[in-house]
Nanobody, 123 residues
Framework: QVQLVESGGGLVQAGGSLRLSCAASGLTFSTYGMGWFRQAPGKEREFVAA????????YYAESVEGRFTISRDNAKNTVYLQMNSLKPEDTAVYYC????????????????WGQGTQVTVSS
């Protein structure tokens, strides 16, 4: 049974930082690309960042480029999202997901999803 468990969310002031983690189990983690998505109230879930299985290639949404950094530790079966210079518009539930093959920015092509962690940025 595949499990993706996010942690690290919380309440932070604008300009602050948070580091999200996603621990994976039940899959061969090092063969999956990993992605982070977010969903704000009343909005559709959107792509944030993704990383290839090896960690060599990363992808970012334009809205977070230069502020967020995705990384992974295959020895720990964990993917991270370092979020700096947070803005109120970053407030959302953040989800990690695993993709075996396909387009890393495409929500529909991910195979497994976590339950999400809330990030709230106050102004």
């Amino acid at each position: 049974q595949v499990q993706l468990v996010e942690s690290g969310g919380g309440l932070v002031q604008a300009g602050g930082s948070l580091r999200l983690s996603c621990a994976a189990s039940g899959l061969t983690f090092s063969t999956y690309g990993m992605g982070w998505f977010r969903q704000a109230p009343g909005k559709e879930r959107e792509f944030v960042a993704a990383i290839s299985w090896s960690g060599d290639t990363t992808y970012y949404a334009e809205s977070v480029e230069g502020r967020f950094t995705i990384s992974r530790d295959n020895a720990k079966n964990t993917v991270y999202l370092q979020m700096n210079s947070l803005k109120p518009e970053d407030t959302a539930v953040y989800y990690c997901a695993a993709i075996y093959s396909g387009r890393p920015r495409a929500i529909s092509e991910y195979d497994y999803w976590g339950q999400g962690t809330q990030v709230t940025v106050s102004s």
